[in-house]
């Protein structure tokens, strides 16, 4: 089965600093890779995906992945860190074998600080 | 342009009472259709998806059924609510046949089970 793991529950940044949410994956066959961002009570909006057609991904508001199959990650970044990025993001991998439906990993919390 | 419809936005219901959620989408045919969950605190869960008008796939036992009456209709149901029952409940769809295809989300339905 397809699986991702999330590996911090929580990150705090200051505002204008790098940001690094970390994402691996457990994958039996090339995976459909994806990170979703969810602000409160709202519903998810997708950043990125990656579908092998290159390893670096870049996805909206400034975010990027790189795919590192030998390390079996898929970690986001972003250079600045803006106030609205505080939200939760879902590092995410599409199962073909469930209709093509998402396994979320169960989130990162990402605390911006003036 | 496609859309995505989900409603009730939210939902206080007693132990024992029945559900109805309805999602529906427009601007496409024969979309694949799913339905999450997210508990408090915790991450997405695939309840049901659906390939095609009948067609439910189940991959978690519990008392919610779902059923797909029309191309572009999804109806999440449950006889009689529990109190674990309750979370934001999110409907999504994507483009069939499409493995590395992006699935896009509802705006979600909040419920409470008192």
């Known amino acids: 089965a397809q699986s991702v793991t999330q590996l911090d529950s929580h990150v705090s940044v200051s505002e204008g600093t790098p940001v690094l949410l970390r994402c691996n994956y457990s994958?039996?066959?090339?995976?459909?890779l994806f990170w979703y961002v969810q602000h409160p009570n709202k519903g998810l909006q997708l950043l990125l995906k990656?579908?092998?057609?290159?390893?670096l991904v870049k996805g909206i508001n400034g975010f990027e992945a790189e795919f590192k199959k030998s390390e079996t990650s898929f970690h986001l970044t972003k250079p600045s860190a803006h106030m609205s990025d505080a939200a939760e993001y879902f590092c995410?991998?599409?199962?073909?074998?469930?209709?093509?439906?998402?396994?979320f990993g169960k989130g990162t919390s990402l605390l911006v600080t003036p | 342009s496609q859309t995505i419809h989900q409603w009730p936005a939210t939902l206080v219901q007693p132990v024992g009472s029945p559900l109805s959620l309805e999602c529906t989408v427009e601007?496409?045919?024969?979309?694949?259709l799913y339905w999450y969950r997210q508990a408090a605190g915790r991450g997405l869960q695939l309840l049901f998806y659906?390939?095609?008008?009948?067609?439910i796939s189940s991959e978690v036992p519990q008392n919610l059924s779902a059923s797909r009456p029309q191309d572009r209709q999804f109806i999440l149901s449950s006889k009689k609510l529990l109190l674990s029952d309750s979370g934001f409940y999110l409907c999504?769809?994507?483009?069939?046949?499409?493995?590395?295809?992006?699935?896009?989300f509802g705006p979600g339905t909040r419920l409470t089970v008192l």
């Open positions: 659906s390939v095609g008008i009948g067609q």
């Open positions: 601007g496409t045919s024969n979309p694949n």
């Open positions: 999504a769809w994507s483009v069939p046949l499409a493995y590395t295809d992006t699935q896009y």
């Open positions: 990656y579908t092998s057609a290159a390893t």
């Open positions: 994958s039996s066959y090339s995976p459909s």
């Open positions: 995410v991998v599409s199962d073909r074998n469930s209709g093509y439906a998402l396994n």
